[in-house]
C-alpha cells in the first residue's frame, strides 16, 4: 500500500494564504455590492425628492392664479442688466400702442426704479416693438400679459433681475396697474414680461412677495377692453392667448 505523502509546511503555507485571499476577495466583493446597493437607493430617493419638488412646484402655478407667467427660469448675463440709475429717480411718460391702440402710461422710476430702467432700456432699445401680447386672463385675475418675444410665456431679453419693487400691501392691483411678470416664488427672475391690469382685482402674493408694479396706464384702457379683451381667450377659455392676436406696436417712453 502507498503511503500518502506528508503535506509539507510550505504547502500548508500556500494553502492559508489562498484561502485568506479567497476569505478577502468575498469581504470586498461584499462591501462593493453593498455600496452600489446604497448609491442605487440614494438616486432613487434623489429622483423621488426631485420629483416631488417638481410636482409640487407645477401644482402651486397651475392652481394659483397669483402667478401671472409660467416663465421657467432661464440662464442670465447679470452684466446685461440695466443700471437703476437709468430711471432717473423720476417719472417718466409715454405711450404703450398695442394693435395700433395707444395707451397712455406713467412710469414711476422713484419707487421700481431697477424695473423701470430695464423697461426704459428695452422699450428705447425697440426690444418690444412687434411682440406678442401673448396672455389674457379673464376670471379670478384680469390682465393681459406682454413682453415675451417667443409668445408663449418662456422668452425673456436674456437677463433676470431683482428683487421685488412697489408691490401693494394689500395685494390689490387697481385697473390701469402696469407691473411686472414673474415665475412663481421667485422674486429674482424679472426680465422683459410685464401685464396690464384691466379690471381691479386682488392678486395674492407668494413667498416672493407681490409684484413690481412699475407704472399704469392713464388714457386709453376702455379701447383696449373693447377691441380685445372684450373678444375673449382662445377656445372659451379663461386663460390663454387672446382671440384677437395682439402685438405692441410701439413703446415710447420720455
Given at each position: 500500500?502507498?503511503?500518502?505523502?506528508?503535506?509539507?509546511?510550505?504547502?500548508?503555507v500556500?494553502r492559508?494564504?489562498?484561502?485568506?485571499?479567497e476569505a478577502?476577495?468575498q469581504?470586498h466583493?461584499h462591501?462593493?455590492?453593498r455600496?452600489?446597493?446604497?448609491?442605487?437607493?440614494?438616486?432613487?430617493?434623489?429622483?423621488v425628492?426631485?420629483g416631488l419638488?417638481?410636482?409640487?412646484q407645477?401644482?402651486?402655478?397651475a392652481?394659483?392664479?397669483a402667478?401671472?407667467?409660467?416663465?421657467?427660469?432661464s440662464?442670465a448675463?447679470?452684466?446685461?442688466?440695466?443700471d437703476?440709475?437709468l430711471?432717473?429717480?423720476?417719472?417718466?411718460s409715454?405711450s404703450?400702442?398695442l394693435?395700433?391702440?395707444?395707451?397712455?402710461?406713467?412710469?414711476?422710476?422713484?419707487k421700481?426704479?431697477?424695473?423701470v430702467?430695464?423697461t426704459?432700456s428695452?422699450?428705447s432699445s425697440?426690444?418690444?416693438?412687434?411682440v406678442?401680447?401673448h396672455?389674457?386672463?379673464?376670471a379670478g385675475?384680469f390682465?393681459?400679459?406682454?413682453?415675451?418675444?417667443?409668445?408663449d410665456?418662456?422668452?425673456?431679453?436674456?437677463?433676470?433681475?431683482?428683487p421685488v419693487?412697489n408691490?401693494?400691501a394689500?395685494d390689490?392691483?387697481?385697473a390701469?396697474?402696469?407691473?411686472?411678470?414673474?415665475?412663481?416664488?421667485?422674486?429674482?427672475s424679472?426680465g422683459?414680461q410685464?401685464?396690464?391690469?384691466?379690471?381691479?382685482?386682488?392678486?395674492?402674493?407668494?413667498?416672493?412677495g407681490?409684484?413690481?408694479?412699475i407704472g399704469?396706464?392713464?388714457?386709453?384702457?376702455?379701447q383696449?377692453q373693447k377691441q380685445?379683451?372684450?373678444?375673449?381667450?382662445?377656445?372659451?377659455?379663461?386663460?390663454g392667448?387672446?382671440?384677437?392676436?395682439v402685438?405692441?406696436?410701439n413703446?415710447?417712453?420720455?
Amino acid at each position: 500500500m502507498a503511503t500518502p505523502k506528508k503535506t509539507s509546511k510550505i504547502d500548508r503555507v500556500s494553502r492559508d494564504r489562498v484561502r485568506a485571499y479567497e476569505a478577502r476577495q468575498q469581504v470586498h466583493s461584499h462591501i462593493i455590492a453593498r455600496r452600489r446597493r446604497d448609491n442605487l437607493i440614494a438616486a432613487v430617493a434623489v429622483i423621488v425628492v426631485t420629483g416631488l419638488t417638481v410636482g409640487a412646484q407645477l401644482l402651486h402655478v397651475a392652481t394659483n392664479p397669483a402667478n401671472p407667467t409660467p416663465t421657467p427660469t432661464s440662464l442670465a448675463d447679470s452684466a446685461k442688466i440695466p443700471d437703476p440709475a437709468l430711471a432717473a429717480n423720476r417719472m417718466w411718460s409715454g405711450s404703450l400702442t398695442l394693435n395700433d391702440v395707444p395707451l397712455q402710461v406713467e412710469l414711476d422710476g422713484i419707487k421700481a426704479p431697477q424695473a423701470v430702467a430695464s423697461t426704459i432700456s428695452l422699450a428705447s432699445s425697440g426690444f418690444y416693438n412687434n411682440v406678442p401680447c401673448h396672455r389674457l386672463t379673464t376670471a379670478g385675475i384680469f390682465v393681459l400679459q406682454c413682453g415675451d418675444p417667443q409668445g408663449d410665456g418662456s422668452g425673456g431679453p436674456g437677463y433676470e433681475y431683482g428683487p421685488v419693487e412697489n408691490a401693494p400691501a394689500d395685494d390689490l392691483y387697481p385697473a390701469g396697474t402696469i407691473a411686472m411678470a414673474r415665475q412663481s416664488g421667485n422674486g429674482s427672475s424679472m426680465g422683459s414680461q410685464f401685464f396690464i391690469v384691466y379690471a381691479d382685482c386682488s392678486i395674492p402674493s407668494d413667498v416672493a412677495g407681490g409684484y413690481s408694479v412699475i407704472g399704469r396706464v392713464t388714457e386709453g384702457l376702455d379701447q383696449l377692453q373693447k377691441q380685445v379683451v372684450d373678444a375673449g381667450v382662445q377656445n372659451g377659455s379663461n386663460d390663454g392667448k387672446p382671440v384677437v392676436d395682439v402685438r405692441i406696436t410701439n413703446f415710447i417712453l420720455q
